[in-house]
């Protein structure tokens, strides 16, 4: 047997870039603002939940959907939040994380020869995910800078063979929020076809400025061809928790459970009970956009110090993007090993979320992190000569 021989199940068979970076980083000592991570403390309920939990005796095997009192928690939680009813026995589906319910409800739907229509600059996983289905992702690009939807292009890309859409909101890696209107638009293209929606809202709670989240599931005509998919992780800056959820109409989840019984079936109970109880307690409203808001403003402060270009300030999620056009000639993958280098920041080149590789010069830089650690970092950046 010859490992050359193994399948090779997606083109993009090389290491992922947040790997790759973060290697890099630790290699050269470097401050990491490039994978999507927090590096400061979760709510301390959280772990002592957890202890609880476990110690209570919720070690063995949770049911495949997940616990119903996490089920039950989420239904309150989406209700209240997004004004949204979803119910918990034949709606929601706890997985173990964002990225695997991404899989799942791709592998749900797509057969081999349907195509995905992505939005590009996107998230690593959609298109090996894609690939893995024997279906074939189309990038559509994004408007430069503003990263909005360019809707005759998406309009062109979809055809006879487009199953799927991929949306997400807020936007890795840009920031950007989609509003009720950039909804209605898709809505308008999909209309009258057999077509179905990935809404990835892992970053639903880390909203800016007063802007609300809006979610594929408050839309009336969208709610039954969609699964919005959601991150514990990101929400409670907890991202090794590795736990997430998927909302879908009961036929689409049924579908979706399929495909979850036979990977994973079930999802870490003790963190279960644990994200349960803590869901349970007193709503804390808007904590997170409001912690995270505060890193943005003050990362944009900090980065007026240095050289960059700074893009629109983020809308949502954990990212800021920045220009380096006007200092160097350089493509931004060897920009951004440089910068790690020789500057000792690590930072993702934007160019590896685009099919083609598309480089605009721009690199995205992590913001959710201790005011140190974006205040070293923009001590180092301000060194660029
Ligand atoms: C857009 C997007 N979707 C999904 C994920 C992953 O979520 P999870 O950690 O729950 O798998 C990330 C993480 O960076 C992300 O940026």
């Not at 503003?146 to 292009?153: E, K, L, V």
């Not at 830089?365 to 000569?385: H, N, W, Y």
Request: hydrophobic share 40%; with cysteine.
């Amino acid at each position: 047997m010859h490992p050359e021989n193994l399948p090779h199940k997606f083109a993009a068979a090389e290491l992922n870039i947040f790997t790759t970076m973060s290697a890099l980083a630790q290699e050269h000592q470097a401050v990491n603002l490039s994978q999507g991570f927090p590096d400061f403390a979760v709510d301390p309920a959280l772990p002592q939940l957890l202890y609880e939990a476990s110690k209570a005796g919720f070690n063995q095997y949770a049911p495949m959907a997940g616990l119903p009192g996490l089920r039950d928690a989420i239904a309150a939680d989406i209700a209240r939040r997004h004004g949204v009813t979803a119910d918990a026995g034949t709606e929601i589906t706890v997985t173990p994380g964002a990225t695997y319910a991404i899989y799942t409800a791709l592998s749900a739907v797509l057969r081999p020869g349907d195509e995905v229509v992505v939005l590009e600059p996107c998230y690593d996983s959609y298109k090996p995910n894609i690939e893995m289905q024997g279906a074939k992702p189309v990038g559509v690009k994004l408007q430069p800078e503003t990263f909005r939807p360019d809707w005759q292009a998406l309009k062109d890309a979809i055809g006879d063979k487009t199953r799927a859409i991929i949306v997400n909101t807020p936007h890795n890696p840009s920031g950007t929020v989609w509003s009720r209107a950039d909804w209605d638009c898709l809505a308008a293209l999909v209309s009258g076809r057999n077509i179905y929606i990935l809404s990835d809202e892992v970053y639903d709670q880390l909203v800016f400025d007063g802007l609300q989240h809006t979610s594929v599931l408050q839309h009336p005509e969208l709610r039954s061809r969609s699964f919005a998919l959601f991150s514990f992780g990101k929400s409670l800056h907890s991202t090794g928790w590795k736990i997430g959820y998927c909302i879908a109409a009961q036929d689409l989840t049924k579908a979706f459970r399929n495909i979850h019984q036979f990977l994973s079936f079930s999802v870490n109970t003790p963190a279960q009970h644990a994200l349960a109880h803590f869901l349970a307690r007193p709503a804390s409203g808007g904590a997170a956009s409001a912690l995270l808001q505060q890193k943005r403003d003050y990362f944009l402060e900090l980065m007026q110090q240095t050289p960059f270009r700074l893009l629109a300030p983020a809308a949502g999620s954990y990212f800021q993007l920045a220009s380096y056009a006007h200092l160097s000639d350089l493509p931004d993958t060897e920009y951004a090993v440089m910068l790690t280098r020789q500057y000792g920041v690590a930072t993702i080149p934007v160019s590896v979320f685009y099919s083609d590789r598309h480089d605009d010069k721009i690199l995205r830089f992590c913001f959710a992190k201790k005011e140190e650690t974006l205040l070293q970092a923009a001590e180092r950046l301000s060194r660029i000569g």
